[in-house]
């Protein structure tokens, strides 16, 4: 439990969110009161993503850093070469029809139901405007020259990481692809695009590899404030004041449109908290130690 | 009679006791073996020559050694009986024997009962042993595949038709010849996985940028990682008869490649064989799209690390300066 979902607002602290929270009737800021931020397709798409991310990592990364003292041990454990490339085919299979769903799931919804929001807006994944804005103000901030920007639904980083794996995938899903199927691929691919295939994928694998165990894992769960991780993405649903402290421009538009007496939730029950956490520590800590493998690797090739 | 009898036992005493001391002589020099193995003619009663060249054996690098050092069994009793053990040359070369033993060649004539295959002899020769750096020598490098050949025939043939064998005669250094990639003592079986991925270590001992650049590929990524399921070198060049790829009977010339490549990959045509099994991003001329590739990663990895870096960094630094909630 973070210190932001427990405590009551802190008096005074943050300026900038100060103007409309002052404003707001203290029972909205109780800390005790959700809001719902993630519906379940989300939920479990996020949780097929990092099974299938963390699967296909340990199964790939034997091959990437085939020269590493810990490969021949990690594909072993998968049952050698021919166990451990079946089981990377499967969760890149599986991981493919995941994300082409979720794509297709937002074209219908925005296409088919009329949704509006999707693809251009406040809460939209596309990179808006203000998205610039933050990350201009956000570096301030950093710089201590200013206030934090106040976020919207999502922010600037989360975006970078929605479309790195968006953009991830389909690129490194068609050089698998290529590579799962290279004598139907060369009826109209040249045989030097397996070449390309395999480097591209290498390559995005380990932007990926060390984006998503690196600044996801920082950004989305281990920065102070969200240590050790962020239950949004396992439960569904944030705490008021948390809402209010991290995504103030979107606590400010809710509380102003009154759309968000209808996203209250109630808290996570001790059980969801519980099966999140634990799917949590699980995928942080098989993260890690992947991650941990490489800059093993990677020191070991720089010190020879 | 008692005397008698006391004198009997104290000559057949003294009968025993240089019967005895007859039984241990002086181990005999080489001259005393010469006496009848020096004689050109000398054979055995069924016929076999037992005649040693005693010139040839003081050349030879055994040639201060007695005839006893390797035949033991020789000096124990003269005459020495009709069957004498195998020279033991393990006596003094225990590492090498040690290596043999373990080999192929040792399981087959030991184990198989092959009678055909080689002990040290075979290769080394008998009394006219010469050092490997000696061009007589039957394992002086150049004159191995011959040495080999006499057995493997039909191998040497392939070889000699080679690069490998058009190198040892156009007498570049280390080109190489049998033991190169076979080993001299510890010859194994070929067909296990050990063997066939050790062989491209082997290799790379002269085609190190070949071998590199062969790593970055799925094949030598696979192979790298211990399992041979995979092409290795020899799957595509062949082993003793490869040939350069400018030559049209070269597995690995424009006219075989789609059968070579499609030896694995049943139904590869055309297009596929324009992979390129040994890639070098760096290499512009080898391929555009691999070192455009190439380059865009250099940046965009660095780049989105960096940045990332950077801005995680920073935001740690800030939140433990101002508090969690600033």
Not at chain 2, 293 to 319: E, K
Request: charged share 20%; net charge positive.
């Amino acid at each position: 439990m973070t210190s932001a979902t427990l405590q009551p607002p802190v008096p005074g602290a943050p300026a900038a969110a100060a103007p409309d929270t002052a404003a707001l009737p203290p029972a909205i800021i109780d800390d005790h009161a959700h809001v719902a931020r993630f519906d379940r397709p989300t939920r479990l798409l996020h949780v097929v993503v990092m099974t299938t991310f963390l699967g296909l990592s340990a199964t790939g990364m034997p091959l990437l850093f085939s020269d590493a003292w810990w490969a021949r041990l990690l594909a072993t454990l998968f049952g050698g070469f021919h166990g451990a490339g079946l089981v990377h085919r499967t969760f890149g299979a599986v991981l493919l029809a995941a994300v082409a769903g979720h794509v297709g799931h937002v074209l219908y919804r925005t296409f088919v139901r009329r949704e509006k929001g999707l693809l251009w807006g406040p809460t939209s994944m596309v990179p808006q405007p203000k998205d610039a804005v933050d990350l201009y103000m956000q570096l301030k901030w950093f710089a201590g020259r200013g206030p934090r920007p106040r976020i919207e639904h999502f922010a600037y980083w989360e975006k970078f990481d929605y479309w790195a794996v968006l953009w991830g995938t389909a690129l490194m899903g068609a050089a698998g692809l290529v590579l799962w199927f290279p004598v139907a691929a060369s009826r109209v691919l040249p045989g030097w695009m397996f070449n390309v295939a395999l480097f591209v994928h290498g390559a995005e694998a380990s932007l990926a590899i060390g984006f998503i165990f690196v600044v996801h894992f920082f950004n989305g769960h281990l920065r102070p404030g969200k240590f050790p991780m962020d239950m949004a993405i396992f439960t569904g649903s944030v705490a008021t004041g948390e809402l209010r402290d991290e995504r103030a421009a979107e606590f400010a538009r809710l509380s102003r449109t009154g759309a968000i007496d209808a996203l209250r939730v109630p808290p996570p029950t001790a059980a969801a908290l519980r099966r999140g956490r634990i799917v949590g520590t699980l995928g942080l800590t098989l993260g890690i130690a992947l991650i941990l493998l490489i800059f093993y690797a990677v020191a070991g090739g720089l010190a020879l | 009679m008692r005397i008698r009898l006391g004198l009997f036992a104290m000559a057949a005493c003294l009968i025993a006791g240089s019967a005895a001391a007859q039984s241990v002589p002086a181990p005999p020099g080489n001259d005393d073996c010469l006496a009848c193995h020096g004689d050109a003619d000398s054979k055995r009663p069924d016929g076999r020559p037992i005649a040693v060249d005693a010139k040839r054996f003081d050349t030879s690098i055994h040639g201060a050694l007695g005839c006893v050092d390797c035949h033991a069994d020789a000096g124990r009793e003269r005459p020495h009986p009709d069957k004498l053990a195998t020279a033991a040359c393990g006596s003094c070369h225990e590492d090498v024997a040690g290596k043999y033993h373990d080999s192929m060649h040792a399981w087959a004539k030991e184990k198989a009962g092959l009678v055909g295959a080689p002990a040290c002899a075979d290769c080394h020769g008998k009394h006219d042993i010469a050092a490997k750096s000696d061009k007589t020598s039957r394992v002086y490098r150049d004159r191995i595949p011959a040495t080999c050949g006499a057995c493997h025939a039909g191998v040497v043939e392939k070889y000699d038709a080679g690069v490998h064998a058009a190198a040892v005669k156009h007498g570049t250094a280390n080109a190489p010849v049998c033991i190169d990639c076979h080993n001299t003592h510890a010859i194994t079986r070929t067909d296990t996985d050990k063997w066939r991925l050790a062989v491209t270590a082997e290799c790379g001992t002269c085609h190190a940028k070949v071998v590199a650049s062969f790593r970055r590929t799925f094949h030598g990524k696979v192979t790298e990682l211990g399992f041979s399921r995979v092409a290795a070198c020899a799957d595509c060049h062949g082993a003793h008869d490869i040939l350069p790829a400018a030559n049209a009977a070269s597995k690995v010339s424009k006219a075989r490649l789609v059968e070579t490549c499609g030896t694995c990959h049943p139904g590869a045509n055309e297009k596929f064989v324009q992979y390129d099994p040994h890639p070098n991003p760096s290499d512009y001329s080898r391929g555009a799209a691999m070192w455009w590739a190439n380059r865009f990663y250099w940046l965009l990895i660095p780049g989105c690390f960096g940045f990332f870096g950077l801005h995680s960094a920073l935001w740690y630094w800030r939140t433990k300066r101002d508090g969690e909630r600033s």
